[in-house]
């Protein structure tokens, strides 16, 4: 059974930095990353990473948010930094393997 558990969300200021974590067990993924759904807005890709392939940003976080990945621990983590309010989200960890799978999620709150 195939699980995806994120932590790391909470409230930050806007130029703050937070650091997500995602756990995921019961398969080996082919993919892994993190996609996010803001109030009243379309869930969208944030980063995601390919085994062995090529990092995929969208373009609103590139230079501020890295997504890394531990595949010995079945790991994925999204920096991110010099946050900005239009980030507010619930941010999702992702993974593929034949299918799509998804957490639960976890609320990042940027306000002053």
Do not use: H
Not at 1 to 18: H, I, K, N, T, W
Not at 78 to 102: F, H, I
Request: proline share 4%.
């Amino acid at each position: 059974q195939v699980q995806l558990v994120e932590s790391g969300g909470g409230l930050v200021q806007p130029g703050g930095s937070l650091r997500l974590s995602c756990a995921a067990s019961g398969s080996i993924f082919s993919t892994m990353g993190w996609y996010r759904q803001a109030p009243g807005k379309e869930r969208e890709l944030v980063a995601t990473r390919p085994r062995g392939g090529i990092t995929n940003y969208a373009d609103s976080v590139k230079g501020r948010f890295a997504i890394s990945t531990d595949n010995a621990k079945s790991m994925v983590y999204l920096q991110m930094n010099s946050l900005k309010p239009e980030d507010t989200a619930v941010y999702y960890c992702y993974a593929r393997q034949g299918m799509d799978y998804w957490g639960k999620g976890t609320l990042v709150t940027v306000s002053s």
